[in-house]
């Protein structure tokens, strides 16, 4: 009688590395990446031999040194003394800004402008279909030059709004001036303000806060909180009772009143454009280049925007509109509260890549003279210190950092709203 046993197993071998199955993938990938590190490294390795031979090597000291060169529109303080790392760091803020103004807007235009397309009114779905025609068939460089120079051709001057016989008058009741030179809107000042902060020393990065500011933001974010507590306490009590509070009343409050004792206590008020000598004084001035890629970025972004809000709509069963509708929901009521919230789960997606092209796109503000990061580091800063490689590396990881920001907040918010299986 005879028994049966396990095979002898095999002592490990470096043939197996290539003949056996279970390595052989693992050897392909190790050998893969040490080649292509081997490649990268004969690369940098390259470059920075002929660098050196050109007398140019590799060095980012020139961030140290003055700038020499002024920037037009800025959220910080800024003079043509200071160094090339806080010129960058205006012109980092400056496409931050653009970016943030852009995709605000561009998402509330797309959104309406989607919703509208599919609206039963024969005209209103035409109209919508040729906006987005027209704007995303046409690049959006031509619609930045072009709003650039209707503004430029079709606003008065400062001098317009002189005397009493003007030309031209100021809007909303004479606080908002709009120019050839750009706009004028009041700015917010505070009697008894609180002052400002510095963050970092250095003066090439550093920041001055307005504590002003820090204050109204915890104000509105405890507010915010509360108000999002009470929401939670009303669904609670639907769950229950069938019956929803009535609280819209109470959030409102919530959220108002503190912000609005806080304004007073701080002596809140206006401070507004004057005009005086040449040009206005006062005020916050908006220049036409940061308007002009603001609205050609948003509405060129909201042309896409706008077809993917659609498909998402259409991607919803008939069966949910019909089944909201023989509860007795109205047909906007159905739109806000049972199709929007489905269509996000299929919208979000596609919307990232948006996003992400609209703050890649804002690099053509040099175009209208707009100072942003590629006009300030990758545009002046590179031709007058001759330092192509290292400014365009730091362009490219800044906005790299940027884009890999705006789609990891993206995908968590698409996480949190995505179908829960059971």
């Known amino acids: ?61 020139f961030l140290s040194e003055p700038a020499g060169y002024d920037i037009n529109q800025r959220l910080l303080d800024y003079d043509n003394q200071d160094s090339h790392m806080r ?54 460089l031509l619609w930045i030059v072009f709003i650039m120079a209707i503004m430029i051709e ?3 001057a400062p001098s317009a709004f002189r005397g009493d016989n003007s030309d031209a008058a100021m809007h909303v009741m004479d606080s908002v001036a709009l120019t050839n030179r750009g706009v004028y809107v009041p700015e917010p000042l505070f009697h008894n303000s609180l002052g400002n902060v510095s963050v970092f020393g250095d003066a090439a990065v550093r920041f001055d806060i307005s504590l002003d500011l820090i204050a109204f933001l915890i104000v509105l974010g405890g507010s915010l909180f ?42 809140f008020h206006l401070g507004y454009p004057e005009l005086k000598g040449f040009n206005f004084q006062g005020g916050t001035h908006m220049r036409n280049s940061l308007i002009a890629l603001w609205l050609a970025l948003s509405l060129y972004t909201a042309a896409f925007i706008a077809e993917i809000v659609r498909s998402g709509i259409l991607a919803i069963s008939q069966g949910q509109t019909e089944a909201a509708a023989a509860l007795g929901l109205r047909p906007k009521r159905i739109m806000n509260l049972v199709i929007l919230p489905q269509a996000l789960r299929v919208i ?70 995505k179908l829960v299986e059971r």
């Open 1 to 61: 009688m005879s028994t049966l046993s396990d095979p002898p197993k095999q002592s490990f071998r470096l043939s197996m590395l290539i003949y056996d199955t279970r390595y052989r993938s693992a050897t392909i990938q190790v050998v893969a990446m040490i080649g292509f590190l081997i490649l990268v490294g004969w690369v940098i390795s390259n470059t920075v031999q002929n660098l050196t031979d050109l007398g140019k090597e590799p060095s980012f000291s």
């Open 226 to 267: 509360v108000s999002t507590k009470i929401r939670q306490w009303a669904d609670a009590k639907q769950e229950s009772t069938g019956l929803r509070p009535t609280i819209w009343h109470i959030r409102a409050a919530v959220v108002l009143l503190p912000s609005v004792l806080l304004l007073l206590v701080l002596g």
């Open 154 to 156: 079709t606003l008065p």
């Open 348 to 417: 979000i997606p596609p919307l990232i890549s948006n996003y992400l092209n609209l703050t890649k796109n804002s690099s053509l503000a040099i175009a209208v003279g707009y100072m942003d990061l590629t006009g300030t580091l990758m545009g002046i800063t590179m031709n007058q210190t001759g330092r192509e490689l290292e400014t365009v590396m730091l362009g490219m990881l800044v906005y790299l950092t940027i884009s890999l920001l705006i789609s990891s907040f993206m995908n968590w918010y698409n996480n949190r709203v």
């Open 87 to 140: 010129a960058a760091l205006i012109g980092l803020l400056n496409t931050l800004l653009v970016a943030f103004l852009g995709c605000i807007t561009a998402t509330v235009l797309g959104v309406i402008i989607g919703v509208l397309r599919l609206s039963s009114n024969w005209l209103v779905a035409r109209l919508m279909t040729v906006y987005v025609e027209m704007f995303r068939n046409v690049p959006v």
